[in-house]
């Protein structure tokens, strides 16, 4: 009978104890938080400095994580997103769902950027990833378009980059992205509803091309040990995402969110991102980039609408995007 009431009493005690560590959760993209992503790592790292269950909840891709935080409105369980873009930040912030980060503006990034209620975590740009063997690589959206190469994008209502893509036809060509859709119709083998699906269809063989970064090719090449992929270098120059997080205004834990965006930004999450997201960290990191990175391309010129700007020509850009496709 001590025994059983031992035992008792212990388990009691740990279930007090496991109920006073507070749940603590991100909101993410489906790659964000998967086993090779960056998630784990981020998430072993913040709790041992957090006294807390940290949580990550996923919504696919990142205009898909948008839609979920809408529709969860101000009764949404999440205490803070990660892996919105600067294409979305302006329809984020007119919802009213978010609160200011309180960090200081990120310094690592190749542009200016300084936001309260959006903190970035990683940037890079968009390309059309290949084999290197694929004969007569395209150097632009229109020799893509009159050639008989097969690709692979995402659907910009439900992922960032295929948002990215629409604008980065939008700020290339502006009153000519009609024409460009048009051009390129006969080349999309189909449209998913986001990068991990393009990507694995990709190496499974189904197109020539696909739709991802110009830091995809390091995956191969580091984790792989893998130099048979390349980013296609486009004349019009690349399109950059710059992703960010930001506390939800209706989070359970707003000290322990502002805890894990100071965390997301120090040196220990950040140096985490390049061999896990592939893509660049937002801070200049003390000891640099991994080896492999340095084979990556710089592009010459860089695209990227500001966000209210973006704001304003998504709607426009998609619907072209949809009108082309659909004839």
Not at 37 to 61: H, N, S
Not at 109 to 133: M, N, Q, R
Not at 300 to 327: C, F, H, T, Y
């Amino acid at each position: 009978m001590k025994t059983l009431s031992l035992a008792a009493g212990l388990a009691c005690l740990a279930t007090v104890a496991q109920a006073e560590i507070p749940i603590f959760t991100v909101l993410t993209y489906d790659s964000f938080a998967s086993e090779w992503g960056p998630g784990p790592m981020i998430e072993k790292g913040f709790e041992a400095t957090c006294a807390c269950d940290l949580r990550f909840v996923t919504a696919g891709d990142g205009a898909a994580l948008l839609a979920r935080v809408q529709l969860e409105g101000a009764d949404g369980a999440g205490d803070v997103v990660v892996g919105l873009d600067t294409s979305l930040t302006s329809k984020a912030a007119a919802t009213g769902l978010f609160a200011p980060h309180g960090q200081p503006a990120v310094t690592g990034l190749p542009i200016a950027y300084d936001d309260p209620l959006f903190l970035p975590f990683d940037w890079g740009y968009f390309a059309f990833v290949h084999e290197k063997t694929l004969m007569a690589v395209p150097h632009s959206f229109e020799e893509l378009a009159a050639s008989d190469l097969k690709i692979i994008i995402q659907d910009p209502r439900s992922s960032t980059p295929g948002l990215g893509l629409v604008l980065w036809v939008k700020a290339a060509y502006g009153d000519r992205a009609t024409e460009i859709w048009a051009g390129l119709k006969d080349n999309i083998v189909t449209v998913t509803p986001g990068w991990s699906e393009a990507y694995g269809m990709f190496l499974e063989g189904e197109a020539d091309m696909v739709l991802s970064y110009t830091t995809s090719p390091a995956y191969h090449l580091i984790a792989e040990n893998d130099d048979s992929k390349a980013a296609a270098v486009f004349a019009e120059g690349h399109y950059m995402q710059v992703e960010v997080s930001a506390k939800l205004a209706a989070s359970h834990e707003p000290a322990l969110a502002d805890a894990f965006l100071a965390y997301l930004g120090s040196e220990a999450a950040q140096e985490v991102i390049p061999t896990t997201n592939w893509m660049y960290p937002a801070m200049t990191l003390a000891k640099g980039l991994p080896p492999g990175f340095d084979s990556l391309f710089a592009p010459e010129k860089s695209l990227l609408l500001a966000p209210e700007k973006a704001g304003d020509m998504r709607d426009i850009a998609v619907e072209e995007w949809q009108n082309a496709l659909a004839q």
